[in-house]
């Protein structure tokens, strides 16, 4: 089977940085394929498609180099399966707060004895090769956003989950669920704390740490801090600071002020 080349990167101690796709162009997950992101997301929970825009978009990530994933839109075993059997090289499931869910979500992620899903790996047998059934469990990455205060208050138990490679944090819905605004940098006191707290935990039990960094800064502090797997904000975003960057200068004004001003307002310090 082919392997995964991100998680070869986090076995070996390097940190992968990931596109994340919210626009349901496959020319441009194409093009971010090869732009030099260890993998490209595709967001079906945010992202202005649906699962079959996100199977063609899987097909474009993985013409080029990049590592193709998916967010689904929630814990659905169902939908899981599809984007599994389409290719997606790890599943990033949102909101999971507590260890049953992880565990419920582990288990849509792999085969009998260590899970539940179905087999019929379609385009996965394709990009993975004819040992696909042999190898997928071992080779698809399976992250558990921690995303709220019960997923915080459960982080111990959804890390000791079996067959759970990390967490994945959403600094966003996190600074919602603490009672602060989303898209504030710098990040708040709260979510700063809570994102060492995942960090340290997720190390002590032998899990990776990724999160969504709103911008570039912040994810090469997240790295700096033991995050081995970062979304620099997605497609929308960065399109939008560099739109805001190039009409600024060519109308005579400082492009660094118009970055600032491009991600100081909501949604653009969100990432979004
Ligand atoms: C969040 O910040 O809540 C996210 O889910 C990032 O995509
Ligand atoms: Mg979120």
Same mark, same amino acid.
């Given at each position: ?11 070996? &101690? ?8 919210? *626009? ?16 490209? *997301? ?31 839109? &929630? ?63 071992? *080779? ?22 079996? &067959? ?14 603490? &009672?602060?605004?989303?898209? *504030? ?88």
């Amino acid at each position: 089977m082919r392997r995964n080349d991100v998680r070869d990167m986090l076995a070996r &101690g390097e940190a992968a940085v990931v596109a994340w796709m919210s *626009t349901d162009s496959p020319y441009l997950a194409e093009v971010l394929s090869y732009c030099g992101y260890d993998a490209v *997301t595709v967001d079906l929970q945010h992202g202005m498609f649906d699962v079959g825009r996100a199977i063609q978009l899987l097909q474009a990530v993985s013409s080029g180099p990049a590592v193709p994933l998916a967010r689904c839109s &929630g814990l659905d075993p169902a939908q899981i399966g599809k984007l599994l059997d389409g290719g997606a090289y790890g599943i990033i499931c949102p909101g999971v707060d507590t260890a049953e869910q992880a565990a419920a979500f582990v288990r849509a992620c792999r085969y009998p004895p260590r899970g539940a899903r179905s087999f019929g790996p379609s385009r996965g047998l394709l990009y993975g090769g004819s040992d696909y059934v042999d190898h997928a469990d071992d *080779t698809v990455l399976t992250w558990a956003m921690i995303e709220s205060k019960d997923g915080l208050a459960n982080l111990d138990a959804i890390l000791a989950t079996p &067959g759970l490679d990390g967490v994945f944090v959403g600094p966003n819905d996190l600074a919602l669920s603490l &009672g602060e605004r989303p898209g *504030t940098l710098p990040l708040s006191e709260k979510v700063t704390a809570a994102m060492s707290e995942i960090a340290t935990a997720a190390r002590a039990a032998e899990r990776w740490a990724g999160a969504f960094a709103p911008d570039a800064d912040l994810a090469r502090r997240l790295i700096d801090s033991g995050y081995q797997f970062v979304a620099p904000g997605n497609d929308v975003s960065v399109l939008r600071q560099a739109a805001a960057q190039r009409i600024a200068v060519a109308r005579g004004g400082s492009g660094a002020a118009a970055k600032d001003s491009a991600v100081r307002d909501l949604p653009g310090s969100s990432g979004y």
